[in-house]
């Protein structure tokens, strides 16, 4: 009797304990914060969307002031309220993510030096001391034993800032001095600052509310650069500035009147020519200007027209061009200086119908090409009198091959990057002539790791239309794949931004975990052609979700995983990505990690205040058009969410962020835990200091990538 007794006291406590665990995501969501819901009236085309949430959104006048009105009162106590609920639930994991941050920083050299860049007499690099979240910026004269040269001692600059970005940094022709652009906000809005190279002294010249980048010319005191509209943040001016003249006195260049249009101004290869690019999805214009004469008149190289794109270089008397005119993948042309039109280009690269031509760089004796071939990236090399022609070969199934950092023109020698799922970042010097290679420089993974120690593999979903979809993953040799098998999905999917099989260190966070990752090559990308990108854009849109849903479905069909062990993460575009599978197939997902998501797509494409609004339209479409707004209402995240159940959640923003609104993540969150009828856990992080990027700090970015980790493993009852 006491025997039996014992038996049904052990189901019982079984039981118990068992209910306990199944509720407790219950419980703790019982203490989630519940939004107030404002009803307001959204009406255009005879439709009405009600936005219960609209009263979320503070101005940036409203965020700056230093005497917060009761709206933004309301909505700061908000966020805080839901960063205290992430905290509280999340807090038995906070000994797991300590060990996650403390793991995928352990694996960062702590001493570490980037590969030197030589330019014009100097070699000029970065290095970090250890633990250091900043970077030192230095240089050298290239002569051997020359003394180490600190441009800007970064932890210095940085001390006392939530955030800190230095951005672009240009050196004058004579190397005295160097024109730098910082950013202490996160909104990308920067002050140009001037430095005396050789006595350090701070030139009183200031330049604010710029895009970050300052172009010299030849006469070492004239540089020409980018204001922002300070609403939108579009790029919408460019002005020359001569040192030892105030802002105002600065004489306005160009002005891009056309709101769908950027402009930036930058300095070709060959440093002969300064040029001011305007651009938006569809079309490009390019004006020019000798960079010997500052102050002559800019002339223009092609006018802009509808659906023609245009990158422009210059060699010897002409300006090389890679061009869509008559070539949907892209072409190389070349054009007199003087006479640049488009009745000029003669083809130089022709047009294939399956390959990508992605990008070109000039050397005096040679002609790089980077292309995609069957989704993959390659480098080719040809002589200029087409007597030698090849491609580099790389030994990955999946993989990432780039040149970069070529500034020197005359020489035998390309500098390319080389990765692969399995391959830390690899920095090459490879010599065109004789066909061989050193690598100079390989990304140090401490803490014994092996890449023999890892599987990667390249397959093909098939989309709903029939479409071959690729598929990149990787996971940890000897793990047993199956329906247990935690598996991570990642994609991007909008701009025609291709998602490379790149490596990364704090991914094996995961993979030695037994997680398999991989990655969807979805339509909206360029990874096949530039078809791709056109399939995946505006009415085309929704090819993106489903391709993501149907690699979801192969991967499970595979054996690789099944839905109660599926996850799924997006960032920004891809975030809009993770609002849409949610709505479209919210079953086949354990856990979405959506990080600063774009998911109110109609209410900010019809708001041309919001900064990037107006210059997206070709991505999105306009929805002041019926038709585009009746398709972008039908898979906008915000405006699709039902009461239905919904997978567990963790949802990322920033308070600053200038890309996406933190409202748009905050509006979605409130209206999903409205409307699910799950007990699933649904969080939001909030970072109240920095914007769409996260923190600056080399290391301090990482304790959200522990966060993201921590969630899903403690979905999978992974603890340690």
Not at 234 to 251: A, M, P, S, W
Not at 467 to 477: E, F
Not at 637 to 646: F, R
Request: overall charge negative; aromatic content about 14%.
């Amino acid at each position: 009797m006491k025997k039996i007794y014992f038996l049904l006291l052990l189901i019982v406590v079984s039981a118990c304990e068992t209910n306990e665990k199944q509720n407790g995501v219950s419980n703790i969501n019982d203490e989630a914060p519940i939004a107030k819901k404002t009803p307001k009236e959204l009406i255009i085309h005879g439709d009405t969307r009600i936005d219960d949430y609209f009263w979320l959104r503070l101005s940036d006048a409203q965020k700056e002031s230093k005497n917060p009105d009761a709206q933004t009162q309301d909505v700061l106590a908000y966020l805080n309220a839901e960063n205290d609920y992430l905290h509280k639930a999340m807090s038995h994991t906070d000994a797991f993510q300590d060990t996650l941050y403390n793991e995928i920083i352990g694996r960062i050299e702590k001493e570490d030096q980037s590969v030197p860049v030589n330019d014009n007499g100097y070699s000029y690099y970065t290095r970090f001391e250890a633990g250091s979240e900043y970077a030192l910026y230095c240089r050298k004269k290239i002569e051997t034993d020359t003394e180490e040269q600190i441009i800007f001692n970064g932890p210095e600059m940085a001390e006392g800032f939530p955030y800190y970005g230095i951005g672009s940094q240009n050196v004058s022709p004579n190397n005295q001095l160097m024109a730098y652009a910082i950013d202490t906000i996160s909104r990308r809005q920067y002050t140009i600052y001037f430095k005396n190279l050789e006595t350090g002294e701070l030139l009183p010249d200031k330049l604010s509310n710029t895009g970050g980048n300052a172009v010299w010319a030849n006469d070492n005191k004239t540089v020409f650069y980018a204001t922002q509209d300070p609403e939108t943040l579009r790029h919408n001016k460019i002005y020359k500035h001569v040192l030892g003249t105030d802002q105002f006195q600065d004489e306005l260049i160009f002005e891009e009147t056309d709101e769908t249009f950027n402009c930036n101004v930058f300095k070709t290869k060959s440093k002969d020519y300064l040029m001011i690019v305007s651009s938006q999805t569809l079309s490009t214009e390019y004006r020019f200007l000798n960079a010997n004469t500052p102050n002559a008149e800019w002339e223009i190289l092609q006018p802009r027209e509808r659906d023609l794109l245009y990158y422009a270089d210059h060699y010897n008397d002409d300006f090389y061009i890679r061009t869509n005119l008559n070539a949907t993948n892209f072409k190389l042309v070349k054009a007199p200086i003087q006479t640049s039109t488009k009745d000029n280009w003669q083809d130089v690269i022709p047009h294939r119908n399956n390959v990508l031509l992605q990008d070109f760089d000039l050397f005096k004796n040679y002609l790089v090409l980077s292309e995609r071939l069957n989704g993959l990236t390659t480098i080719r090399v040809k002589t200029w009198d087409d007597s030698t022609d090849y491609y580099i070969d790389f030994k990955d199934a999946a993989y990432l091959a780039y040149p970069t950092s070529n500034l020197d023109f005359d020489t035998d020698k390309l500098r390319y990057n080389y990765t692969s799922l399995t391959t830390p970042y690899s920095t090459y010097e490879y010599n065109m002539n004789t066909k061989g290679q050193k690598l100079l420089k390989q990304q140090a993974i401490l803490g014994g790791f092996s890449s023999n120690d890892y599987v990667s593999e390249r397959l093909d979903a098939t989309a709903t239309d029939g479409t071959k979809i690729p598929v990149s993953l990787v996971y940890k040799k000897g793990i047993a794949l199956g329906a247990e098998t935690p598996l991570l999905l990642y994609a991007y999917g909008s701009y025609g931004n291709s998602t490379e099989p790149t490596f990364s260190s704090d991914r094996l966070s995961l993979l030695d975990r037994g997680f398999v990752f991989a990655i969807a090559h979805v339509r909206g990308g360029q990874e096949m052609g530039r078809e791709w990108y056109e399939n995946g854009k505006l009415l085309n849109k929704k090819n993106t979700f489903t391709d993501f849903i149907n690699v979801g479905e192969y991967l499970v069909a595979k054996g690789y995983t099944s839905p109660k062990h599926l996850y799924a993460l997006g960032g920004s575009a891809g975030g809009l990505l993770m609002g849409a599978i949610i709505n479209m197939k919210p079953e086949l997902w354990n856990g979405v990690v959506a990080a600063v998501p774009f998911v109110d797509v109609v209410s900010t494409m019809l708001d041309e205040t919001i900064p990037l609004t107006t210059f997206e339209f070709d991505e999105w479409g306009n929805p002041k058009d019926a038709t585009y707004y009746n398709y972008i209402k039908s898979y906008s995240p915000y405006d699709n969410v039902e009461a239905k159940a919904y997978p567990n959640m963790l949802i990322t923003t920033g308070y600053w962020d200038s890309q996406v609104q933190y409202w748009e993540p905050a509006k979605w969150l409130a209206k999903l835990r409205a409307l699910k009828t799950d007990n699933n856990l649904l969080v939001m992080d909030c970072n109240m200091e920095t914007g769409h990027g996260g923190a600056s700090g080399r290391f301090e970015r990482y304790k959200r990538t522990a966060l993201y980790y921590a969630f899903i493993m403690d979905l999978e009852g992974i603890e340690k």
